[in-house]
């Protein structure tokens, strides 16, 4: 009998498991990806049936929270069958995915029919033309659209992701805090993450802290820490002028989230990731094709996988390439 825990070296649980279903994506966002980007071949890309049976088998080890994510996740085809079988497999508390919101506006509504509860959007800015600048393709409008279309749909637990780049989106903290707060929706500020080479700017000079933002938001509410998690690497506190929405921060580089990691990811092409700043991982869509239906293989390597967690992530604010996978590839 397989022990349904799984554990890594450092004594960490893994619980929470994000799965990229797609590197695709419909924007090219500049911290995120290159302008021309060469995806991987179809036939590399885990299948639905695949992603089905790896989630099953994750929430039979012990993983209570799946995120689906990207590339952009809503762009590929089959994704609210997915969702639907994954939302009703034992096991699950909480079904999520992060989107860019650019097909919401048809997809919000049966995707909450799926079961699914959870939604985080990216917003980097409010302003039509630097939103086309910062995504190169994206259409501010359609995501303002997908999000009304979310909240007229039900979603009740919508949160905002928003990564900061210094002299491109840092004077919008402010009017991206009041939009989440007319909005009624909690928001995240993400520090850029030096994943994938880039040109288009130099990440070194981009860097803007999770305590800059801080400052930021400072000027104008009383920001109030708080102990809430939501399971992932966000840090919330909320605001005495508006105590309903919570504010995030992914502080990888400053408030390194390592100690209490209990995350690991599934690529588009099937590699089980166990540290997003570490390229160790085994590959699962091999394990797969070998076991060929035999579950309790599949069971092992993922709980023999574990113990190549590293204990952390060494990022650092440089324009070296310290990893080179894309975010997209990934399941940021
Ligand atoms: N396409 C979807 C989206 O944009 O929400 C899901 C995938 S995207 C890779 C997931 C999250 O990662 C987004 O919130 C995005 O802003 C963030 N992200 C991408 N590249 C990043 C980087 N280099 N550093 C920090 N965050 C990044
Ligand atoms: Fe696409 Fe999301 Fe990456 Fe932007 S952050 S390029 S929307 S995968």
Redesign the pocket.
């Known amino acids: 009998m397989l022990t349904r825990n799984l554990l890594d070296n450092f004594g960490r649980r893994v619980d929470y498991l994000r799965i990229s279903v797609t590197d695709r ?1 419909d ?1 090219r ?1 500049v ?2 990806m290159a302008e021309k980007m060469n995806f991987l071949p179809r036939p590399s890309v885990l299948g639905l049936d695949e992603i089905y049976l790896l989630a099953e088998r994750f929430l039979a080890l012990g993983v209570r929270k799946i995120r689906l ?5 809503l762009i590929r085809p089959g994704i609210l069958g997915l969702c639907e079988r994954v939302a009703s497999l034992p096991g699950l508390d909480e079904l999520c995915i ?3 919101g650019s097909r919401l506006a048809r997809l919000a509504s049966p995707l909450f029919a799926t079961g699914l509860k959870r939604l ?3 917003l ?1 800015s409010l302003r039509p033309d630097r939103f086309r600048q910062l995504t190169r393709t994206g259409d501010l409008n359609q995501v303002l659209a997908g999000l009304d279309a979310a909240l007229a749909a039900g979603f009740q637990q919508i949160k905002l ?1 928003c ?1 900061v780049m210094k002299g491109r989106n840092d004077d919008e903290i402010l009017d991206l805090v009041a939009f989440a707060i007319r909005h009624k929706v909690d928001i995240s500020f ?4 030096p ?2 080479r880039i040109t288009e700017h130099r990440r070194v000079e981009s860097f803007y802290s999770s305590a800059e933002v801080r400052t930021r938001i400072a000027e104008h509410y009383t920001l109030i820490e708080s102990t809430e998690t939501t399971n992932g690497p966000s840090r919330y506190w909320r605001l005495a002028e508006a105590p309903s929405i919570r504010v995030g921060f992914i502080s990888p580089h400053s408030e390194n989230f390592c100690a209490a990691c209990n995350r690991v990811r599934i690529t588009a092409e099937g590699k089980l990731l166990l540290c997003l700043g570490n390229e160790d991982s085994i590959d699962l869509k091999k394990v797969l094709e070998c076991a060929q239906g035999d579950v309790l293989k599949l069971d092992q390597a993922i709980l023999g996988a574990m113990k190549m967690k590293p204990r952390k992530h060494d990022f650092q604010v440089s324009d070296d390439v310290q990893i080179v996978r894309f ?2 590839m990934s399941g ?1």
Not at 69 to 73: K, L, Q, V
Not at 190 to 193: A, D, L, S, T
Request: hydrophobic share 25%; proline share 4%.
């Open positions: 994506c924007f966002c911290y995120c994510t990207g590339g952009e996740p992060t989107t860019n985080n959007i990216s980097d992701n990564v993400i520090e850029e993450m994943l994938g975010m997209s940021g």
